[in-house]
Structure formats: C-alpha cells, structure tokens
Nanobody, 116 residues
Framework: QVQLVESGGGLVQPGGSLTLSCAAS????????LGWYRQAPGKQRELVAL???????NYPDSVKGRFAISRDVAKDTMFLQLNDLKPEDTAIYYC??????????WGQGTQVTVSS
C-alpha cells in the first residue's frame, strides 16, 4: 500500500512558476509509472506528465516545454515543476504511481490557480 500526499499548490500570476511535490509513505522504487494529472472544473482528468518504465518523460503538447516531472528515489518523492503558467493551467493536480496506467495509487490533489 502506498499513500501519496501532494503539496506546493497555490495562487500564482500568469507567467509564474510553482513546484509541486508528492511524498510517498511507502517506497516508490521499482514502481513502473509515475505521473501527474490535473482536473479543471467541468473537465475530465488529464495526464500532464509521466515517467515511463524505461525512464522516458512524456508530456502533452499543452504543457511541453513548460512542465517538468522528476523524482528523488532516496526520498520517495516526485515533483512537478510548472513554468510559464497560464490561466488554463488552473486545476487540481494529482500525483499517481502504479504498475500500469489503469491501476495504481492517487494523492488527494493540490489546487493550482493561475490568475492576475
């Protein structure tokens, strides 16, 4: 069993940056997929960053070049760096870990609001 706790969300102006953290209660070493999703009001949850089993980093075009996912294996923590934020990035951000994209563990979410 793995429990995930996100932190680092908040209110930021357009063009600003935030770093989200996701701390795991159990070891995430060896877990195949590590990712970040977001859900905006009235929209479906969408994947915004993924570390694959081969170590590749994948991003959708909407955030490519602005977001970066990373992990600290020793601290069982993963991060999402958000740069050049836009109002359309406003959402609740969730971290995810699991052996596949269909079955895994979720954090409780952290709110990111981009507004002037």
């Amino acid at each position: 069993q793995v429990q995930l706790v996100e932190s680092g969300g908040g209110l930021v102006q357009p063009g600003g940056s935030l770093t989200l953290s996701c701390a795991a209660s159990g070891s995430i070493f060896g877990i195949e997929y590590l990712g970040w999703y977001r859900q905006a009001p009235g929209k479906q949850r969408e994947l915004v960053a993924l570390i694959t089993p081969t170590g590749d980093r994948n991003y959708p075009d909407s955030v490519k070049g602005r977001f970066a996912i990373s992990r600290d294996v020793a601290k069982d923590t993963m991060f999402l760096q958000l740069n050049d934020l836009k109002p359309e990035d406003t959402a609740i951000y969730y971290c995810y870990v699991g052996p596949s994209l269909q079955q895994g563990y979720w954090g409780q979410g952290t709110q990111v609001t981009v507004s002037s």
